[in-house]
Nanobody, 130 residues
């Protein structure tokens, strides 16, 4: 069972940047596509970005293209989400999770994770003031 610890959120002003990170342990991190979701209270969890097992392929939600960059360091079992030009509507709890299959394509990740009821980390809160 994978353990996930997200960190790096915070309270910032519109236009600022943040880089949440997600440290994973418990299984072979480097074999899996990793991704980020975000969720506001009372709303459905929303896909943000995914990165392939070797970092060679990335996939983003249309709403974040151009401002969000996902990356990973397999030596550190960590995936990152660089968020630039933050907007108040980016205020959410951000969660990371591995894909449910080994070496799955990034474009399949959001659908598989949305239907999987496996474990998630505690998330990291990002709050953007206007």
């Amino acid at each position: 069972q994978v353990q996930l610890v997200e960190s790096g959120g915070g309270l910032v002003q519109a236009g600022d940047s943040l880089r949440p990170s997600c440290a994973a342990s418990g299984r072979t991190f480097s074999s899996y596509t990793m991704g980020w979701f975000r969720q506001a209270p009372g709303k459905e969890r929303e896909f943000v970005a995914a990165i392939s097992w070797n970092g060679g392929s990335t996939y983003y939600a249309d709403s974040v293209k151009g401002r969000f960059t996902i990356s990973r360091d397999n030596a550190k079992n960590t995936v990152y989400l660089q968020i630039n030009s933050l907007k108040p509507e980016d205020t959410d709890v951000y969660y990371c999770a591995p894909d449910t299959v080994t070496a799955g394509p990034t474009w399949s990740y959001p659908n598989r994770r949305k239907t999987d009821v496996g474990s998630w980390g505690q998330g990291t809160q990002v709050t953007v003031s206007s």
